[in-house]
């Protein structure tokens, strides 16, 4: 079994949409555009399987000190090869080499992020508030039920 980590290009935008769709239409995660996805193409991070994608992950930066991990999936097909593990954590070596001071995770997998050394914080203690300008495109809008947790750098 080969695994390669690598930065797609907007080639792989169809690929990445068709993984994700599932986890978008429970609401899991918030759906990105074909044009929001190869606007911000440059903080995913892919993961291949034997030539076949198997998940990927985004590090957006907020400001200079708050970056996020968004839009985390692997496929079914590929879990139990600690694949989502193995992306958080390149999240959060990115984050260090760009200097960062902390990376947010607004999840439902609180044990998963624990592990990864995540803390839980209210949502109110977020510390810019511009990343709820993505909220009002949730389906869940105005009632929240994810769970915010961050990652001191």
């Known amino acids: 079994m080969e695994i390669n980590f690598f930065k797609p290009n907007v080639t792989h935008i169809a690929a990445m949409q068709a993984l994700v769709k599932e986890e978008v239409e429970k609401g899991i995660i918030l759906?990105?555009?074909?044009?929001?996805m190869a606007n911000t193409i440059r903080s995913y991070t892919v993961v291949?399987?034997?030539?076949?994608?198997?998940?990927?992950?985004?590090?957006?930066?907020h400001s200079v000190r708050l970056s996020e991990v968004r839009s985390l999936v692997v496929s079914k097909k590929f879990r139990g090869l600690n694949l989502g593990r193995k992306l958080v954590e390149s999240c959060i070596q990115e984050g260090r080499k760009l200097q960062l001071q902390q990376i947010l995770s607004l999840t439902y997998q609180r044990e998963?992020?624990?592990?990864?050394?995540?803390?839980?914080?209210?949502?109110?203690?977020?510390?810019?508030?511009?990343?709820?300008?993505?909220?009002?495109?949730?389906?869940h809008f105005p009632i929240c039920d994810e769970i915010a947790m961050v990652y001191d750098l």
Request: charged share 40%; proline share 2%; net charge negative.
């Open 31 to 36: 759906l990105r555009t074909e044009d929001e």
């Open 112 to 139: 998963f992020f624990e592990k990864l050394g995540f803390k839980e914080i209210e949502k109110e203690n977020i510390p810019e508030h511009k990343i709820w300008a993505d909220c009002i495109r949730c389906k």
């Open 48 to 61: 291949e399987v034997d030539g076949e994608i198997a998940g990927f992950t985004a590090l957006h930066i």
